[in-house]
Protein backbone atom coordinates (compact mmCIF):
# COMPACT_ATOMS: atom_id res chain seq x y z
CA UNK A 1 0.00 0.00 0.00
CA UNK A 2 1.23 3.38 -0.83
CA UNK A 3 0.82 6.68 0.07
CA UNK A 4 3.50 8.64 -1.57
CA UNK A 5 0.65 10.94 -3.81
CA UNK A 6 -2.08 11.43 -1.10
CA UNK A 7 -3.88 14.50 -1.05
CA UNK A 8 -3.43 14.74 2.55
CA UNK A 9 -1.36 13.73 5.36
CA UNK A 10 -4.42 13.03 7.64
CA UNK A 11 -7.67 13.44 7.02
CA UNK A 12 -10.13 14.01 10.20
CA UNK A 13 -13.88 13.02 9.96
CA UNK A 14 -15.94 15.61 12.57
CA UNK A 15 -15.59 18.74 13.25
CA UNK A 16 -16.16 18.26 17.02
CA UNK A 17 -14.37 19.32 19.72
CA UNK A 18 -12.05 16.54 19.16
CA UNK A 19 -11.84 16.35 15.36
CA UNK A 20 -10.53 19.81 15.71
CA UNK A 21 -8.22 19.19 18.83
CA UNK A 22 -6.79 16.52 16.77
CA UNK A 23 -6.22 18.82 13.53
CA UNK A 24 -4.14 21.70 15.09
CA UNK A 25 -2.09 19.05 16.82
CA UNK A 26 -1.10 17.94 13.70
CA UNK A 27 -0.95 21.00 11.73
CA UNK A 28 1.39 22.22 14.72
CA UNK A 29 3.85 19.95 12.99
CA UNK A 30 3.35 19.96 9.17
CA UNK A 31 0.78 17.89 8.43
CA UNK A 32 -1.39 18.58 5.76
CA UNK A 33 -4.58 18.00 7.42
CA UNK A 34 -8.25 17.98 6.26
CA UNK A 35 -11.54 18.06 8.66
CA UNK A 36 -14.52 16.58 6.94
CA UNK A 37 -18.03 18.00 8.56
CA UNK A 38 -21.17 16.96 6.95
CA UNK A 39 -23.12 19.92 8.89
CA UNK A 40 -22.72 23.52 7.38
CA UNK A 41 -21.60 24.14 11.01
CA UNK A 42 -18.63 22.96 13.64
CA UNK A 43 -19.13 21.45 16.69
CA UNK A 44 -21.27 18.56 16.69
CA UNK A 45 -23.17 18.30 19.75
CA UNK A 46 -21.29 21.03 21.44
CA UNK A 47 -22.48 23.83 18.85
CA UNK A 48 -24.45 26.58 19.21
CA UNK A 49 -27.53 28.45 17.37
CA UNK A 50 -29.42 31.93 17.56
CA UNK A 51 -33.60 31.50 17.66
CA UNK A 52 -35.87 34.77 18.17
CA UNK A 53 -32.46 37.21 18.78
CA UNK A 54 -30.66 34.55 21.50
CA UNK A 55 -28.07 32.79 21.68
CA UNK A 56 -28.13 28.94 22.60
CA UNK A 57 -25.99 26.59 23.94
CA UNK A 58 -26.72 23.33 22.54
CA UNK A 59 -24.77 21.01 24.69
CA UNK A 60 -22.81 22.84 26.86
CA UNK A 61 -23.81 22.25 31.00
CA UNK A 62 -20.27 22.82 32.12
CA UNK A 63 -16.95 22.23 31.50
CA UNK A 64 -15.35 19.63 33.61
CA UNK A 65 -11.96 19.38 34.53
CA UNK A 66 -11.31 22.89 35.62
CA UNK A 67 -7.71 23.95 36.71
CA UNK A 68 -6.70 26.98 38.12
CA UNK A 69 -4.72 29.54 36.06
CA UNK A 70 -1.27 28.07 36.39
CA UNK A 71 -1.82 24.92 36.99
CA UNK A 72 0.85 22.04 35.87
CA UNK A 73 -1.44 19.13 36.13
CA UNK A 74 -4.64 17.67 34.74
CA UNK A 75 -6.33 17.35 31.58
CA UNK A 76 -7.11 21.18 31.08
CA UNK A 77 -3.22 21.96 31.43
CA UNK A 78 -2.24 19.20 28.67
CA UNK A 79 -5.04 20.97 26.62
CA UNK A 80 -3.16 24.15 26.93
CA UNK A 81 0.05 23.33 26.88
CA UNK A 82 -0.44 20.91 23.72
CA UNK A 83 -2.49 22.79 21.85
CA UNK A 84 -0.03 26.33 22.92
CA UNK A 85 -3.13 28.25 24.23
CA UNK A 86 -3.03 30.75 26.60
CA UNK A 87 -5.48 29.98 30.17
CA UNK A 88 -7.26 32.94 29.47
CA UNK A 89 -8.13 32.70 26.23
CA UNK A 90 -11.14 30.05 27.64
CA UNK A 91 -12.26 33.11 29.82
CA UNK A 92 -13.23 30.59 31.91
CA UNK A 93 -15.47 30.96 35.08
CA UNK A 94 -15.79 28.66 38.35
CA UNK A 95 -19.26 27.45 39.40
CA UNK A 96 -21.16 29.10 42.19
CA UNK A 97 -21.88 25.44 43.80
CA UNK A 98 -23.82 22.47 42.73
CA UNK A 99 -26.01 19.49 44.76
CA UNK A 100 -27.45 16.07 44.19
CA UNK A 101 -30.53 15.48 45.27
CA UNK A 102 -32.31 12.23 46.26
CA UNK A 103 -35.74 12.41 48.74
CA UNK A 104 -34.92 13.53 52.11
CA UNK A 105 -31.11 14.37 51.15
CA UNK A 106 -28.53 16.47 49.83
CA UNK A 107 -25.18 16.61 48.86
CA UNK A 108 -23.35 19.65 47.88
CA UNK A 109 -20.25 19.99 45.79
CA UNK A 110 -18.24 22.81 44.58
CA UNK A 111 -14.44 22.29 43.29
CA UNK A 112 -13.32 22.04 46.30
CA UNK A 113 -13.27 18.18 47.05
CA UNK A 114 -13.62 19.23 50.48
CA UNK A 115 -17.20 20.78 50.78
CA UNK A 116 -17.94 17.09 49.53
CA UNK A 117 -16.17 15.26 51.97
CA UNK A 118 -17.78 17.23 54.69
CA UNK A 119 -21.42 16.63 53.13
CA UNK A 120 -20.80 13.13 53.31
CA UNK A 121 -19.16 12.78 56.41
CA UNK A 122 -22.20 14.83 58.00
CA UNK A 123 -25.12 12.75 56.37
CA UNK A 124 -23.11 9.38 56.14
CA UNK A 125 -21.31 9.72 58.99
CA UNK A 126 -20.58 6.29 58.90
CA UNK A 127 -19.17 5.85 55.51
CA UNK A 128 -16.65 8.37 56.55
CA UNK A 129 -13.48 6.22 56.29
CA UNK A 130 -14.89 4.47 53.07
CA UNK A 131 -14.92 7.75 51.11
CA UNK A 132 -11.49 8.56 52.00
CA UNK A 133 -10.41 4.89 50.61
CA UNK A 134 -11.68 5.37 47.55
CA UNK A 135 -10.25 8.71 47.19
CA UNK A 136 -6.91 6.80 47.82
CA UNK A 137 -8.32 3.71 44.80
CA UNK A 138 -8.98 6.61 42.53
CA UNK A 139 -5.32 8.69 42.89
CA UNK A 140 -3.92 4.87 42.19
CA UNK A 141 -5.97 3.82 38.66
CA UNK A 142 -4.24 4.34 35.17
CA UNK A 143 -7.08 5.94 33.04
CA UNK A 144 -5.37 3.92 29.80
CA UNK A 145 -5.48 0.27 31.22
CA UNK A 146 -7.74 -1.29 29.06
CA UNK A 147 -8.15 -4.66 31.37
CA UNK A 148 -9.30 -2.72 34.45
CA UNK A 149 -11.48 -0.02 32.55
CA UNK A 150 -14.63 -1.98 31.94
CA UNK A 151 -14.90 -3.86 35.81
CA UNK A 152 -18.24 -2.72 37.26
CA UNK A 153 -18.03 0.30 39.29
CA UNK A 154 -21.28 -1.26 41.19
CA UNK A 155 -19.42 -4.13 42.67
CA UNK A 156 -16.06 -2.07 43.25
CA UNK A 157 -18.35 0.54 45.09
CA UNK A 158 -19.95 -2.28 47.07
CA UNK A 159 -16.82 -3.38 48.33
CA UNK A 160 -16.21 -0.08 49.72
CA UNK A 161 -18.97 1.39 50.92
CA UNK A 162 -21.94 -0.10 53.07
CA UNK A 163 -24.69 2.40 52.22
CA UNK A 164 -26.39 1.71 49.00
CA UNK A 165 -27.94 5.22 49.06
CA UNK A 166 -24.63 6.83 49.47
CA UNK A 167 -23.77 4.51 46.75
CA UNK A 168 -26.52 5.66 44.09
CA UNK A 169 -25.66 9.48 45.14
CA UNK A 170 -21.95 9.53 44.17
CA UNK A 171 -23.55 7.80 40.50
CA UNK A 172 -25.97 9.62 39.53
CA UNK A 173 -23.85 12.85 38.19
CA UNK A 174 -21.26 10.64 36.86
CA UNK A 175 -23.40 8.15 34.92
CA UNK A 176 -25.44 11.66 33.91
CA UNK A 177 -22.18 13.31 32.64
CA UNK A 178 -20.51 10.33 31.46
CA UNK A 179 -21.60 7.02 31.11
CA UNK A 180 -23.01 5.10 27.73
CA UNK A 181 -23.78 1.69 29.63
CA UNK A 182 -27.23 1.31 31.13
CA UNK A 183 -27.60 0.18 34.92
CA UNK A 184 -23.61 0.05 35.67
CA UNK A 185 -21.11 2.20 34.57
CA UNK A 186 -16.94 0.67 33.85
CA UNK A 187 -14.68 1.23 36.75
CA UNK A 188 -12.21 3.40 34.11
CA UNK A 189 -15.23 5.85 33.08
CA UNK A 190 -15.89 6.07 36.67
CA UNK A 191 -12.52 7.13 37.72
CA UNK A 192 -12.45 9.35 34.86
CA UNK A 193 -16.02 10.91 35.74
CA UNK A 194 -14.84 11.31 39.66
CA UNK A 195 -12.31 13.03 39.16
CA UNK A 196 -13.11 15.20 36.37
CA UNK A 197 -16.20 16.64 38.19
CA UNK A 198 -15.47 16.35 41.69
CA UNK A 199 -11.70 16.76 41.83
CA UNK A 200 -11.17 19.04 39.18
CA UNK A 201 -14.51 21.11 38.76
CA UNK A 202 -17.15 22.76 36.70
CA UNK A 203 -16.46 25.55 35.13
CA UNK A 204 -17.96 27.86 31.65
CA UNK A 205 -16.64 30.61 29.74
CA UNK A 206 -19.03 33.89 29.80
CA UNK A 207 -19.97 33.46 26.36
CA UNK A 208 -19.89 29.67 25.93
CA UNK A 209 -18.97 27.56 23.89
CA UNK A 210 -18.68 29.45 20.59
CA UNK A 211 -15.55 31.09 22.35
CA UNK A 212 -14.35 27.71 22.31
CA UNK A 213 -15.10 26.99 19.33
CA UNK A 214 -13.83 29.92 17.85
CA UNK A 215 -10.65 29.74 19.43
CA UNK A 216 -10.16 26.09 17.96
CA UNK A 217 -10.82 27.03 14.59
CA UNK A 218 -8.74 30.40 14.60
CA UNK A 219 -5.41 28.06 15.43
CA UNK A 220 -6.80 25.74 13.23
CA UNK A 221 -6.92 27.76 10.25
CA UNK A 222 -3.83 30.04 10.94
CA UNK A 223 -1.53 26.67 10.93
CA UNK A 224 -3.00 25.74 7.63
CA UNK A 225 -5.38 23.49 8.23
CA UNK A 226 -8.51 23.00 5.73
CA UNK A 227 -12.02 22.50 7.09
CA UNK A 228 -14.53 21.64 5.01
CA UNK A 229 -18.26 22.07 6.01
CA UNK A 230 -21.13 20.25 4.08
CA UNK A 231 -18.52 17.26 3.42
CA UNK A 232 -20.41 14.34 4.34
CA UNK A 233 -18.59 11.01 4.05
CA UNK A 234 -20.64 8.56 1.67
CA UNK A 235 -17.78 5.75 1.97
CA UNK A 236 -14.16 4.68 3.22
CA UNK A 237 -13.09 2.65 0.49
CA UNK A 238 -11.18 -0.22 1.65
CA UNK A 239 -7.94 -2.32 0.27
CA UNK A 240 -7.09 -5.04 2.24
CA UNK A 241 -5.69 -3.53 5.44
CA UNK A 242 -5.90 0.05 5.15
CA UNK A 243 -8.61 3.20 3.64
CA UNK A 244 -7.63 3.41 0.44
CA UNK A 245 -9.82 6.58 -0.23
CA UNK A 246 -12.42 9.09 1.48
CA UNK A 247 -15.68 9.18 -0.68
CA UNK A 248 -18.12 12.63 0.51
CA UNK A 249 -21.39 12.15 -0.37
CA UNK A 250 -21.29 14.29 -3.30
CA UNK A 251 -18.60 11.76 -4.95
CA UNK A 252 -15.38 13.68 -4.66
CA UNK A 253 -12.66 11.26 -4.05
CA UNK A 254 -10.12 12.04 -1.41
CA UNK A 255 -6.71 10.48 -0.14
CA UNK A 256 -4.62 10.32 3.02
CA UNK A 257 -2.21 8.65 4.73
CA UNK A 258 -4.30 7.84 7.73
CA UNK A 259 -7.81 8.45 8.54
CA UNK A 260 -9.44 9.60 12.25
CA UNK A 261 -12.64 9.47 13.08
CA UNK A 262 -14.48 11.65 15.49
CA UNK A 263 -18.14 10.01 14.40
CA UNK A 264 -18.50 6.89 16.42
CA UNK A 265 -17.27 3.26 16.19
CA UNK A 266 -20.47 2.51 15.12
CA UNK A 267 -20.80 4.77 12.43
CA UNK A 268 -17.25 4.48 11.17
CA UNK A 269 -17.36 0.92 10.93
CA UNK A 270 -20.70 1.81 8.69
CA UNK A 271 -18.81 3.93 6.48
CA UNK A 272 -16.11 1.22 5.49
CA UNK A 273 -17.12 -0.53 1.90
CA UNK A 274 -15.67 -4.24 2.91
CA UNK A 275 -16.42 -4.49 6.53
CA UNK A 276 -14.00 -7.31 7.86
CA UNK A 277 -14.86 -6.68 11.48
CA UNK A 278 -15.98 -9.73 13.33
CA UNK A 279 -17.48 -8.21 16.31
CA UNK A 280 -18.95 -5.02 15.53
CA UNK A 281 -19.51 -3.02 18.65
CA UNK A 282 -23.41 -1.82 19.69
CA UNK A 283 -25.13 1.39 19.70
CA UNK A 284 -25.33 3.12 23.08
CA UNK A 285 -29.21 3.38 24.02
CA UNK A 286 -28.88 6.46 26.38
CA UNK A 287 -30.49 9.53 24.34
CA UNK A 288 -31.86 12.82 26.26
CA UNK A 289 -34.53 15.46 25.91
CA UNK A 290 -33.32 19.11 26.67
CA UNK A 291 -35.21 22.34 27.47
CA UNK A 292 -33.85 25.57 27.44
CA UNK A 293 -36.18 28.04 29.45
CA UNK A 294 -35.27 31.91 28.84
CA UNK A 295 -36.78 33.45 32.25
CA UNK A 296 -37.67 37.51 33.02
CA UNK A 297 -35.02 38.04 35.70
CA UNK A 298 -31.85 36.02 37.01
CA UNK A 299 -32.25 32.51 38.47
CA UNK A 300 -30.74 33.90 42.03
CA UNK A 301 -33.61 36.45 42.20
CA UNK A 302 -36.45 33.35 42.64
CA UNK A 303 -34.27 31.49 45.11
CA UNK A 304 -32.09 29.04 42.30
CA UNK A 305 -28.50 29.92 43.05
CA UNK A 306 -26.65 26.38 42.33
CA UNK A 307 -24.97 25.91 39.14
CA UNK A 308 -26.74 22.10 38.60
CA UNK A 309 -28.89 19.97 40.17
CA UNK A 310 -28.73 15.97 39.60
CA UNK A 311 -32.13 14.83 40.78
CA UNK A 312 -33.48 12.03 41.47
CA UNK A 313 -37.17 10.80 43.10
CA UNK A 314 -35.95 7.36 44.87
CA UNK A 315 -33.06 5.69 46.64
CA UNK A 316 -32.64 4.09 43.55
CA UNK A 317 -30.94 5.55 40.84
CA UNK A 318 -32.68 4.03 37.82
CA UNK A 319 -30.07 4.48 34.59
CA UNK A 320 -31.33 3.10 31.22
CA UNK A 321 -33.51 3.56 28.53
CA UNK A 322 -36.96 4.56 28.86
CA UNK A 323 -38.53 2.12 27.11
CA UNK A 324 -42.34 2.05 27.86
CA UNK A 325 -43.11 6.08 26.90
CA UNK A 326 -41.28 9.32 25.43
CA UNK A 327 -39.26 10.07 28.46
CA UNK A 328 -38.64 9.30 32.09
CA UNK A 329 -38.53 12.38 34.28
CA UNK A 330 -37.95 10.19 37.67
CA UNK A 331 -34.36 11.53 37.22
CA UNK A 332 -32.32 14.92 35.74
CA UNK A 333 -30.50 17.20 35.40
CA UNK A 334 -30.75 20.97 36.03
CA UNK A 335 -28.80 23.28 35.23
CA UNK A 336 -28.11 27.25 34.76
CA UNK A 337 -25.66 28.82 32.96
CA UNK A 338 -26.11 31.99 34.69
CA UNK A 339 -25.30 30.54 38.34
CA UNK A 340 -21.44 30.67 37.60
CA UNK A 341 -18.69 32.78 39.09
CA UNK A 342 -18.08 35.85 36.04
CA UNK A 343 -15.85 38.65 36.50
CA UNK A 344 -17.31 42.05 37.03
CA UNK A 345 -15.86 42.97 33.38
CA UNK A 346 -17.94 39.97 32.12
CA UNK A 347 -21.18 40.50 34.10
CA UNK A 348 -24.27 38.52 34.06
CA UNK A 349 -25.60 37.09 31.29
CA UNK A 350 -28.35 38.88 29.61
CA UNK A 351 -31.23 36.49 30.07
CA UNK A 352 -31.82 34.02 32.92
CA UNK A 353 -31.57 30.79 31.35
CA UNK A 354 -32.63 26.98 33.21
CA UNK A 355 -31.79 23.97 31.33
CA UNK A 356 -33.43 20.28 32.15
CA UNK A 357 -32.52 17.29 30.84
CA UNK A 358 -34.19 14.00 31.52
CA UNK A 359 -34.12 10.54 29.96
CA UNK A 360 -35.67 9.85 26.24
CA UNK A 361 -36.52 7.15 23.95
CA UNK A 362 -35.23 7.76 20.65
CA UNK A 363 -37.42 4.98 19.11
CA UNK A 364 -40.27 6.56 20.16
CA UNK A 365 -39.51 10.08 19.12
CA UNK A 366 -37.90 8.72 16.04
CA UNK A 367 -41.20 7.48 14.67
CA UNK A 368 -43.60 10.66 15.43
CA UNK A 369 -44.88 12.41 12.53
CA UNK A 370 -43.77 16.46 12.71
CA UNK A 371 -47.47 17.19 14.44
CA UNK A 372 -47.01 15.21 16.59
CA UNK A 373 -43.50 15.43 17.55
CA UNK A 374 -43.93 19.02 18.25
CA UNK A 375 -47.33 18.30 20.62
CA UNK A 376 -45.15 15.85 22.92
CA UNK A 377 -41.56 18.21 22.86
CA UNK A 378 -44.32 20.85 24.53
CA UNK A 379 -46.23 17.61 26.57
CA UNK A 380 -43.16 16.39 27.82
CA UNK A 381 -41.30 19.78 29.06
CA UNK A 382 -44.16 20.21 31.03
CA UNK A 383 -43.82 17.10 32.41
CA UNK A 384 -40.54 17.38 32.83
CA UNK A 385 -40.19 20.99 34.62
CA UNK A 386 -43.58 19.30 36.75
CA UNK A 387 -40.81 16.76 38.00
CA UNK A 388 -37.69 19.14 38.48
CA UNK A 389 -39.29 21.79 40.96
CA UNK A 390 -39.71 19.22 43.54
CA UNK A 391 -36.21 19.60 43.70
CA UNK A 392 -35.62 23.52 42.81
CA UNK A 393 -37.83 26.98 43.58
CA UNK A 394 -40.44 26.63 40.78
CA UNK A 395 -39.38 28.83 38.09
CA UNK A 396 -42.78 28.41 36.05
CA UNK A 397 -44.30 31.65 36.37
CA UNK A 398 -41.18 33.27 35.38
CA UNK A 399 -40.57 31.47 31.53
CA UNK A 400 -40.81 33.71 28.47
CA UNK A 401 -39.33 31.71 25.95
CA UNK A 402 -38.33 27.54 25.42
CA UNK A 403 -36.42 25.35 22.93
CA UNK A 404 -36.33 22.29 22.90
CA UNK A 405 -34.32 19.28 21.68
CA UNK A 406 -34.90 15.66 21.13
CA UNK A 407 -32.69 11.98 20.03
CA UNK A 408 -34.12 13.38 16.86
CA UNK A 409 -31.93 16.61 17.34
CA UNK A 410 -28.83 14.76 18.48
CA UNK A 411 -29.07 12.24 15.76
CA UNK A 412 -29.41 14.94 13.07
CA UNK A 413 -25.97 16.74 14.39
CA UNK A 414 -23.80 13.29 15.98
CA UNK A 415 -25.18 11.03 13.48
CA UNK A 416 -24.68 8.77 16.50
CA UNK A 417 -27.22 6.35 16.61
CA UNK A 418 -30.38 6.16 18.46
CA UNK A 419 -29.23 9.81 19.34
CA UNK A 420 -26.51 8.40 21.79
CA UNK A 421 -24.95 11.02 23.65
CA UNK A 422 -22.31 9.18 24.72
CA UNK A 423 -21.91 6.44 21.91
CA UNK A 424 -21.02 2.80 22.25
CA UNK A 425 -20.87 1.39 25.37
CA UNK A 426 -17.76 -0.21 24.14
CA UNK A 427 -14.75 2.28 24.09
CA UNK A 428 -11.73 1.76 22.65
CA UNK A 429 -8.75 3.37 24.40
CA UNK A 430 -6.26 2.78 22.33
CA UNK A 431 -8.11 4.47 19.13
CA UNK A 432 -7.65 1.24 16.83
CA UNK A 433 -9.91 -0.34 14.47
CA UNK A 434 -9.59 -3.22 12.31
CA UNK A 435 -7.61 -1.24 9.76
CA UNK A 436 -4.01 -0.15 9.67
CA UNK A 437 -4.63 3.38 8.57
CA UNK A 438 -8.28 3.93 10.20
CA UNK A 439 -8.40 5.37 13.56
CA UNK A 440 -10.89 6.66 16.36
CA UNK A 441 -10.78 10.14 18.76
CA UNK A 442 -13.68 11.50 20.38
CA UNK A 443 -16.72 10.05 22.74
CA UNK A 444 -16.16 5.97 21.58
CA UNK A 445 -12.40 6.07 22.34
CA UNK A 446 -13.23 6.92 25.87
CA UNK A 447 -13.18 10.12 27.17
CA UNK A 448 -16.05 12.71 27.41
CA UNK A 449 -17.05 15.94 28.05
CA UNK A 450 -15.21 19.20 26.31
CA UNK A 451 -12.06 19.03 27.67
CA UNK A 452 -12.04 15.04 27.21
CA UNK A 453 -12.87 15.28 23.47
CA UNK A 454 -9.91 17.75 23.02
CA UNK A 455 -7.71 15.35 25.27
CA UNK A 456 -8.67 12.52 23.32
CA UNK A 457 -8.07 14.15 19.69
CA UNK A 458 -4.85 15.13 21.07
CA UNK A 459 -3.59 11.88 22.33
CA UNK A 460 -4.72 10.36 19.22
CA UNK A 461 -3.15 12.37 17.18
CA UNK A 462 0.15 11.80 18.83
CA UNK A 463 -0.14 8.51 19.25
CA UNK A 464 -1.36 7.08 15.97
CA UNK A 465 -0.13 10.28 13.59
CA UNK A 466 2.60 11.73 15.35
CA UNK A 467 4.20 9.12 16.49
CA UNK A 468 3.81 6.98 13.08
CA UNK A 469 5.52 9.87 11.02
CA UNK A 470 8.58 9.88 12.59
Known sequence: MTHSNADYDTIIIGAGMSGLAAGIRLAMYDHKVCILEKHWTIGG???FYRVNGRDYDVGLHAMTNFT??????????????????RW????????????????????????????????IEQKFPHQKDAFAKLLTVLAEYD????????????????????????????????MWYGNAREHDMDWGQ??????????????????????????????????????????????LHIDQEHVAAVELENGQILTAKRVLSSAG????????????????????????????????????????DKTIVFYNDSETFHWERCRDALCDVRTGVICSPNNYEYSAEAGELDAGFVRLTTIADP????????????????????????????????FRRNVIDTDIFTPKTIQRFTSHDNGAVYGAPEKRLDGTTHLK????????????????AIVSGISMANRHCLAQST
Open 190 to 235: FCIMFRSIFLEGFARPHRGVRLILKNLVRRFRELGGQLKLRSGVAK
Open 45 to 47: LNS
Open 88 to 119: DDFQLAQQRGSSIAFPGVELEFNNDIRLLQTE
Open 437 to 452: NLFLCGTDQGFVGIVG
Open 363 to 394: ERWSHLDDAEYQRQKYRWYDSAVASCVRFIPD
Open 143 to 174: DLQQEDFERSTRVVLEEIFSDPLLIEMILCPL
Open 68 to 85: EKGAKKGPFARLLKQLRF
Open 265 to 304: VVETMRMCDHLTETRPATAGQMSFVESISVLDCQPKQIGF
